[in-house]
């Protein structure tokens, strides 16, 4: 089958830092994207990784091990802004896109 | 510059009833996407179009048909609702670059069966 693990919630403080982490099982692979949603709102793209390392986008730091099935969103100097629900997914195929599912960003004051 | 538009924003049928979802962008990108949004399941998607022309299905189908009316429009029908496909309707499109497909997404479509 095809999973995509990532943990349910993450609470941190405004101005920390905090890691999202996303494991993945799928029958293709060709990159590890992130979509950030608020609440009621449509999902937004963040970054995209195809290949291994780190790509940095402001604030926001994305992370892709393909050796090991694995990724993660770095954010850094939270902001109140940034509570939300923040989706991996993986491009199995050309157009065809597996979305986990979710983890609920606290950040607290 | 409106990105991606759905009509409409909320919808309430009756179990057995049909209706179609409408979908637009203005990016002049040529794949479009319908995807489904049940708590705490993440976004599935239902069917995509690569180009005007070309429709495929995706990992949920059964019980929605698409069409790809022009380059801008992509249309999801339900032809018998039923209280299973209670969900918020995402559509999105997307164009390569550095062969990889960012994807716009539109407001949404909330919809209740009953």
Known sequence: ?109 | NAGVTQTPKFQVLKTGQSMTLQCAQDMNHNSMYWYRQDPGMGLRLIYYSASEGTTDKGEVPNGYNVSRLNKREFSLRLESAAPSQTSVYFCASSEAVRGYHEQYFGPGTRLTVT
């Open chain 1, 1 to 109: 089958g095809q999973s995509l693990e990532q943990p349910s919630e993450v609470t941190a403080v405004e101005g920390a830092i905090v890691q999202i982490n996303c494991t993945y099982q799928t029958s293709g692979f060709y990159g590890l994207s992130w979509y950030q949603q608020h609440d009621g709102g449509a999902p937004t793209f963040l970054s995209y990784n195809g290949l291994d390392g780190l790509e940095e986008t402001g604030r926001f730091s994305s992370f892709l091990s393909r050796s090991d099935s694995y990724g993660y969103l770095l954010l850094q100097e939270l902001q109140m802004k940034d509570s939300a629900s923040y989706f991996c997914a993986v491009k199995g195929g050309t157009y065809k896109y597996i979305f986990g599912t979710g983890t609920r960003l606290k950040v607290l004051a």
